[in-house]
């Protein structure tokens, strides 16, 4: 077994760096439009999608409502599952602040948005413009954080089961498994007949997973030398470099410190050692930039080689996949910053303070926005913008200063989804203390 996940384990990281070679010395060219850019890297895009992003995303849904309901009928005790919920929550509340607290220190501190030339500016207010007049209007037009927050709850009392699985809604998923795994174990023995069926189904959904892992070197191949022919490294050390830096360094605080510290004083596990033991969930998170194309990879790394119980696999990241956004949340934060400072603003602790809360509570109302975390961030501009408003000859950043950030999104989006999923495995691990396998193990954590 373990041969083979080393030998995995190379063939990954061999993916990764021939992605990279490719990407950049046989896709990527300067002189070429966006269109052709687009048009010469588009079939890497695709091969690398049909290869292992579909296919992961094909039992993505199954593996969800197979995984929540193995590990609430497991539990098998409503107050124990109540302690697991709040638990998780408040995990994943506390990390989220400190992460997008850590963000908006470094760029308080770095000022990467300083110095930033006016013609990289003005071009990238004519890119921001156009993604603005496509998506901008979510904002406007569904009331910004509030009608996020509307969102995620009519998305946690869906209407119709099957609609909310054919059209990929996890969180309708979860929160309607929940509901019918408490109900089986009301039922009693009459319910005991599904949960074995639903165990034997998860358990088949594992083995597939196994299976979609060994092609993981072929799609992060294609999808790295994808990302990287889309922008070329060199775009990364130019007038941007300072923001990349910024964002990259705050992941990177975030992801080997404050994590790690956090895993070992909760459970005095070695951080890193557990890091390594879940590297192929690592490794396809930062290849496919989905955290819910991760998932069924992250369940069976962290189960079957990170000590963590099924029980919590099955509960903490499903969730997380949808609702805990560390990477997300630390990036915005930065982001937001950098593009205030390249327009010249000069921010007070009232606008780092905003930005701190809406970006956490931005980062959870990512599941229900359109567009994700682009949306998201307009958000932010807007609520720092109200705290402008008051203020003497201040206009408020115009939206279309998004564009500022486009041009390198796709590869902090990598590196932010690692983070994501990463916190999300150590909050499984952490959890696992109270919600263990085994019947002695579970008496004593709820003793």
């Known amino acids: 077994m373990q041969k083979k996940t080393n030998l995995l384990t190379a063939l990954i990281i061999a993916g990764l760096a021939l992605g990279v070679l490719i990407g950049h010395f046989f896709l990527w060219d300067s002189t070429a439009t966006p269109e052709k850019i687009a048009e010469v890297t588009g079939g890497w895009k695709t091969a690398g999608e049909l290869v292992l992003i579909r296919p992961l995303k094909l039992i993505t849904i199954p593996l969800i409502f197979t995984s929540v309901m193995v590990g609430i009928t497991s539990v098998g005790d409503a107050r124990k599952l109540g302690v697991i919920g709040v638990a998780t929550l408040v995990f994943y509340l506390l990390t989220m602040v400190l992460a997008v607290g850590t963000g908006v220190t470094l760029g308080a501190t770095i000022k990467p948005g300083d110095g930033i030339p006016p013609e990289v500016i ?22 910004g954080l509030g009608a996020a927050w509307i969102n995620i709850l009519r998305l946690m009392i869906p209407e119709n089961f099957v609609d909310a699985a054919a059209s990929g809604r996890a969180l309708s998923i979860i929160t309607a498994t929940i509901v019918l795994a408490i109900g089986l174990l009301l039922a009693g023995k009459e319910g005991e007949p599904f949960i074995r069926v639903v165990q034997s189904l998860h358990e088949a959904l594992m083995i597939i997973v196994r299976f979609i892992l060994w092609l993981m070197p072929i799609g992060v191949l294609l999808l790295v030398a994808w990302a990287v022919g889309s ?3 060199k775009n990364l050390a130019g007038a941007l470099a300072a923001y990349v830096v910024t964002v990259i360094a705050g992941l990177g605080v975030h992801m080997f410190i404050a994590l790690p510290l956090v895993l070992f004083i909760a459970t005095r596990v070695n951080p890193y050692k557990f890091m390594w033991s879940i590297r192929s969930a690592l490794f396809t998170a930062f290849g496919t930039s989905s955290s819910m194309a991760t998932l069924p990879v992250t369940i069976e790394a962290t189960s079957d080689l990170g000590g963590c119980s099924k029980r919590s696999s099955g509960i903490v990241l499903p969730l997380g996949a949808t609702v805990n956004m560390d990477g997300t949340a630390l990036y915005q934060g930065i982001a937001v910053i950098f593009m205030f400072q390249a327009f010249g603003y000069d921010l007070g602790f009232a606008q780092y303070l905003v930005i701190v809360l809406t970006a956490t509570l931005a980062a959870v109302g990512a599941a229900g926005v359109p567009g994700g975390s682009l949306v998201t961030t307009l958000i932010i501009i807007n609520a720092v913008n109200t705290t402008l408003a008051g203020v003497d000859d201040v206009d408020p950043l115009p ?27 150590v909050g499984a691990r952490i959890i696992t203390r109270i919600a263990p396998d085994t019947p002695e193990e579970r008496e004593k954590a709820f003793a």
């Open 399 to 425: 939206l279309a200063a998004i564009g500022l950030v486009i041009g390198v999104d796709r590869i902090l989006d990598m590196c932010r989804t690692t983070v994501n999923v990463w916190g999300d495995s």
């Open 231 to 233: 922008m070329g490294l």
């Open 122 to 143: 003005a071009q990238a207010q004519s890119t921001g413009a156009a993604v603005v007049a496509e998506r901008g209007q979510d904002v406007a037009a569904g009331g």
